[in-house]
């Protein structure tokens, strides 16, 4: 599982994270809820590696990712999809796929079958730049990517962010099943309550940097949990 222990994160003298302690476990799906710039992304760059934390600790199956550059944290197997998607708009779709070979060895690299299961509009679309899909297209794109990496936790920022409600199906199908097919953890940063309501096994809800809240999806209809959630 990934393990983060009281973990804090400053931009210069402005701290977005305030010693934030939670866990993922594999075979779950996590959603992290929270409004504008509570801190949600910063959460996730402390775990990929791409900003440092001022402080706390952050291991996955044991292994501690303190330290880590992004491309050492996706060999031990965390893949992230960003928010924005970070598509190369002028690569065409199957060398945005490719660049998801970076850390695996020669061996590995091949673009997984099951990806066009999930994501059949890609396979039409090999040829075609990357600039050139549609926003939903390019989020499956950037999870196809991700997953090339062979992930064991697939780390998502606002995978339904300006999608249109089909596509928004099709990543909600495409997360549960790789939950369940591999055992994969996956952990999403959300502001769609509806998507964590139907998708996630856990929750987590944060304000101002920090955990205000935590458990099944089910808790997130008490008005504790709303009070963080409407703007
Ligand atoms: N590169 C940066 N430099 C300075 N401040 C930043 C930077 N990135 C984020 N912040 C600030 O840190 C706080 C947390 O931002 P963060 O992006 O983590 O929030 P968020 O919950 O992901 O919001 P959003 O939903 O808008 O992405 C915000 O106050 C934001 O303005």
Known sequence: MLSVENVSLHYGAAQALRNVSFKAEMGKITCVLGRNGVGKSSLLRAITGQHPVSSGAVSFNGVSLDGLAPFRRAKQGVGYVPQGREIFPLL??????????APLKRAERSIPEDIFSLFPVLKTMLGRRGGDLSGGQQQQLAIARALVTRPKILV??????????????????????LR?????????????????REHADQVYIMDRGAFVHEGAPETLDTPDARRHLTV
Do not use: H, W
Not at 182 to 188: D, E, K, P, S
């Open 92 to 101: 065409t779709v199957r060398e945005n796929l490719e660049t998801g070979y």
């Open 180 to 196: 369940d097919s591999t055992g994969m953890a996956i952990l999403l940063v959300e502001q769609y309550l509806d998507f964590c």
């Open 156 to 177: 998502l920022d606002e995978p339904t962010e300006g999608i249109q409600p089909s596509i928004i199906k099709d990543i909600g199908r495409a997360i549960k099943y």
